[in-house]
């Protein structure tokens, strides 16, 4: 009979845990954050029914007034509530246009006029809680525009504000809706 030092997992038990990881979504640096310190002290009261695991509810004041960047103002402002944020709630959308080879910023935010956007306090959210941003939006070049928010730079150009992956951070840039929006170029709806 073994005690808590000498425990040794055999090769069956290695693998159930193996792949319990696997189907649940699992990744190396995550499992790896899972065995440092005292993590699997605290798993292990949960399963005694010791502790409890709560899940945290991340809310966007989508009413609040949004990051303005020096020199701009606000030409737009969609409020949308309380969003309680949930990758699953974000849909990406591209235009008939775009995906045909590209269409104009201005008709781009007509045609977007009726739809549920985000605006940009959920950009600024996601910079803040990069972790927070799904895998499949991680591609350079893709750029996920938030079209609730609409600013007005100091030269009178109307502007609207994107995350975009550079290869190794999350960034935020711009652009002026006098250019062209092309099928990299998608806006994050609510669903």
Not at 134 to 142: I, M, N, S, T, V
Request: proline share 3%.
């Amino acid at each position: 009979m073994s005690s808590n030092n000498d425990l040794m997992l055999d090769v069956n038990q290695a693998a159930e845990l193996k792949f319990a990881f696997r189907r649940n979504g699992w990744n190396n640096v995550e499992i790896k954050t899972l065995s440092e310190g005292d993590i699997l002290a605290d798993v292990l009261k949960v399963i005694k029914g010791q502790a409890e695991i709560r899940i945290i509810e991340r809310l966007i004041d989508c009413d609040s007034a949004p990051f303005i960047p020096d020199g701009w103002s606000v030409e737009k402002h969609k409020k949308g509530g309380m969003f309680k944020f949930n990758p699953g709630k974000i849909s990406l959308y591209l235009s008939k246009k775009q995906k045909k080879g590209g269409t104009g910023g201005h008709y781009l935010r007509k045609e977007l006029s009726n739809k549920p956007v985000m605006n940009a306090n959920v950009l600024d959210y996601l910079l803040t809680h990069p972790e927070l941003i799904p895998e499949e939006w991680k591609w350079k070049g893709k750029c996920i525009f938030f079209w609730g928010t609409i600013y007005r730079s100091y030269d009178g150009l109307l502007l609207v504000r994107y995350l975009s992956w550079n290869g190794s951070e999350w960034y935020w840039d711009y652009f002026w809706l006098g250019r062209g929006f092309y099928s990299s170029d998608l806006a994050a709806l609510a669903s």
